[in-house]
């Protein structure tokens, strides 16, 4: 079982920067795939970011590649997501997800790829 919390969360302007963290409880972090997700109001859950478990491979959303990174510290039990070059349509509710069913290589983009997830945290750009 892992539990998950997300923080780091606000409100910026547009053009601004910002990093999410998500702390994960569990001597066995470091053998979770991790992945972001946001959901803005009306819309459904999209993929943002996911980062292997070995930190060796990361997919992103075209919408958000080249501005989003995502990174892990196992000895931190963390994983980030450095957001830059922030717009207003990036304002959503975003959420980590973890799980250990995939191998070093593999960063699952879809939310059904995921066990755990955290309560999430709003991210809102004004224009």
């Known amino acids: 079982q892992v539990q998950l919390v997300e923080s780091g969360g606000g409100l910026v302007q547009a053009g601004g920067s910002l990093r999410l963290s998500c702390a994960a409880s569990?001597?066995?972090?470091?053998?979770?795939?991790m992945g972001w997700f946001r959901q803005a109001p009306g819309k459904e859950r999209e993929f943002v970011a996911s980062?292997?478990?070995?930190?060796?491979?990361?997919n992103y959303a075209d919408s958000v590649k080249g501005r989003f990174t995502i990174s892990r510290a196992n000895a931190k039990n963390t994983v980030y997501l450095q957001m830059n070059s922030l717009k207003p349509e990036d304002t959503a509710v975003y959420s980590c997800?973890?799980?250990?069913?995939?191998?070093?290589?593999?960063?699952?983009?879809?939310?059904?790829?995921?066990?755990?997830w955290g309560q999430g945290t709003q991210i809102t750009v004004s224009s």
């Open positions: 997800a973890a799980s250990n069913r995939y191998s070093r290589y593999e960063a699952p983009t879809g939310p059904m790829s995921y066990d755990y």
């Open positions: 980062i292997s478990w070995s930190g060796i491979s990361t």
């Open positions: 569990g001597r066995t972090f470091s053998s979770y795939a």
